[in-house]
């Protein structure tokens, strides 16, 4: 394993001067995001509630198990025929289970992947599936219009509930209680449920297709999101609205707890992750990242952040470590110790064998994550301030490499603008280098294909760079094109002097011929000198174009 990699600081100035707040310090607190290229859009994220944290992705056919300590693969639950959806452990952290396309609930051991049970009842696909808290039953939710209690040791239903108008695509069961539990629909309602009885308790209409549903433990106040809205309701005030919240501008597809429920979270297809104070519900921190959103937790410690996006990315992002500062040792102490143990000097005999030591190969940062995969961690080793101003030839060599490895893009993505105007700044400075044109034109392409020009140019830090880019190409441009006019007029010149050089020097035997051939020589003599002079002088000009 690598080991982790101190973010590089940026000596450049800010631009634009934030204001810094306690949470805008906490939220930036955390670690360089490790990215991950999944086998589909993630529709789902959840995390384990036992230690260490693992956390199940849903994407494609397949549900993906991560350590929650070493932020690897742990395994993957693959026993699906079409596309599974809502991974979600148990409360003990010994089940799994999942709904497919297919019309299937299924429930796996997370630990050796082996399938348990299916349950087999829906008529469309199984986009919700959750335990209620007793742990041995199941609530799902369909593409069918309806939801359904399960119960786990017999794979019979226990409930099935009809009122919904359309399809179910979020819903959530209460931590306190076991048998209260939450669901959002495409009918644009939200209803509380009570598996004791045979209807919905608690019914309230979002305005919008509802994406994602949240509640507190105490199943007093929950929370619901469709289109660019969120809104809080008061269960306890039979569906009081408390309050709307429009701060996206494109669709809100997931919500989630932090902070010990201090805090809650919206995700969006506007590629941002708002973070909101519960007893405000004012946004306090915004993060940006390179894709539509589809889905983000939070794990229960509050250490690891993980979100997934549309175009198959998955982003991992630890919180820093807390560093204590080592306890400085009292000369006393020191002169003490070495007084305490004496040092012998070793004198080796004739009959001693030697054995030579190779010694260990230090590699650079930079390629100790190439060695561990870690691309992400490898582009920041190589963008230091040391390495990126006294060394630009590493940093371009580390993009080649990524280039050749097929993860540049993991690699830029998911990077804040600080990380971004470190490169961006990077590109200015060193595209005028024939040597790195290539490499930095086909990374700056890049980056303006992941995060898109409108969403950089909204970006104040970086619009003056990104300018300053724009200015900097067209003026290459110009050059080249005024060179190459040269060249071509050069060319011109050169053949037509050439040919000069081979008129006939003879004259005919007498007469006007002979005068006129002479006159005519010396006519073409004179043209060649005049042109010699031109090419001097556009060579020169050509030289000086070319030097600048």
């Given at each position: 394993?690598a ?30 995001p490790i ?13 384990c ?6 956390f199940?992705?849903?994407n ?5 198990i ?45 630990g ?14 199984v ?6 808290q ?12 309806s939801?359904?209690?399960w ?5 019979k ?6 009122e919904h ?8 069961t209460?931590?306190?209680t ?13 209803k ?17 297709p ?15 999101a ?16 408390m ?19 201090e ?5 969006s ?9 519960v ?23 509050d ?27 009292s ?5 003490l ?9 070793f004198?080796p005999?004739?009959?001693d ?12 940062p ?12 490898a582009?920041?080793?190589a ?6 101003v ?9 993009m ?9 893009r ?10 971004l ?5 990077f590109?200015h400075?060193n ?7 290539s490499t930095l ?20 830090p970086?619009?003056?760079v ?19 006019e ?6 011109l010149l ?8 081979l ?12 005068m006129e051939?002479?006159?005519?020589t ?27």
């Amino acid at each position: 394993m690598a080991t982790s990699f101190k973010k590089t600081s940026i000596s450049v100035p800010k631009l634009v001067k934030e204001k810094s707040t306690p949470d805008g310090v906490y939220w930036k607190n955390l670690e360089t995001p490790i990215t991950v290229k999944e086998y589909g859009a993630i529709t789902d994220i959840d995390f384990c509630p036992t230690k260490p944290h693992n956390f199940a992705v849903t994407n494609s056919m397949r549900v993906q198990i991560y350590n929650g300590g070493s932020s690897q693969l742990e395994g993957t639950v693959s026993r699906f025929k079409d596309v599974a959806y809502s991974g979600t452990y148990r409360g003990d952290g010994k089940l799994l289970v999942a709904g497919t396309e297919d019309k299937y609930i299924k429930l796996f051991n997370p630990g050796t992947r082996s399938l348990l049970r299916t349950f087999k009842g829906h008529h469309g696909p199984v986009r919700v599936t959750k335990f209620l808290q007793d742990q041995f039953r199941i609530i799902s939710g369909s593409d069918d219009k309806s939801v359904r209690v399960w119960d786990i040791p017999t794979e019979k239903e226990i409930h099935i509930y009809q009122e919904h108008q359309d399809y179910i695509r979020c819903g959530l069961t209460s931590s306190s209680t076991q048998d209260i539990f939450l669901t959002g629909s495409y009918d644009h309602t939200v209803k509380l449920w009570d598996a004791r009885t045979q209807a919905s308790v608690l019914s309230v209409n979002h305005g919008s297709p509802v994406e994602s549903v949240l509640m507190f433990p105490n199943g007093g106040i929950f929370f619901s999101a469709g289109g660019n809205v969120v809104k809080i309701w008061d269960a306890l005030a039979g569906g009081k609205l408390m309050a709307t919240l429009n701060n996206h501008h494109k669709t809100v597809t997931s919500l989630c707890f932090c902070s010990k429920y201090e805090r809650f979270m919206s995700a969006s297809l506007d590629k941002h992750v708002k973070v909101y104070d519960v007893a405000s519900y004012q946004v306090v921190h915004t993060l940006t990242y390179s894709g539509p959103i589809l889905s983000h937790a939070v794990s229960p410690d509050d250490n690891l952040l993980v979100v997934g996006m549309a175009d198959k990315m998955l982003s991992i992002q630890r919180r820093k470590p807390d560093v204590q500062p080592e306890p400085t040792r009292s000369k006393k102490n020191l002169k003490l110790r070495g007084h305490s143990h004496h040092a012998k000097t070793f004198v080796p005999n004739k009959t001693d064998s030697f054995i030579a030591i190779k010694r260990r190969e230090l590699l650079a940062p930079y390629d100790r994550h190439l060695k561990s995969f870690n691309h992400t961690k490898a582009l920041d080793a190589a963008l230091q301030v040391k390495i990126r101003v006294n060394n630009p030839e590493v940093t371009v060599s580390v993009m080649q490499e990524l280039i050749r490895r097929g993860h540049i893009r993991a690699a830029l993505s998911g990077r804040d603008d600080n990380s971004l105007l470190m490169v961006l700044r990077f590109i200015h400075k060193n595209l005028s280098n024939p040597a790195f044109m290539s490499t930095l034109m086909d990374v700056f392409n890049l980056i303006l294909e992941i995060y898109g020009l409108s969403e950089l140019m909204n970006s104040g830090p970086l619009v003056s760079v990104l300018v300053k880019i724009k200015e900097l190409v067209n003026l290459e441009v110009r050059l080249m094109t005024s060179v190459q006019e040269i060249m071509g007029s050069l060319d011109l010149l050169f053949a037509v002097a050439e040919n000069q050089t081979l008129l006939p020097t003879t004259s005919s035997a007498s007469g006007e011929n002979g005068m006129e051939t002479d006159s005519n020589t010396v006519n073409e003599l004179v043209e060649g000198h005049s042109l010699l002079s031109q090419i001097g002088s556009l060579a020169t000009h050509a030289d000086h174009m070319i030097k600048t």
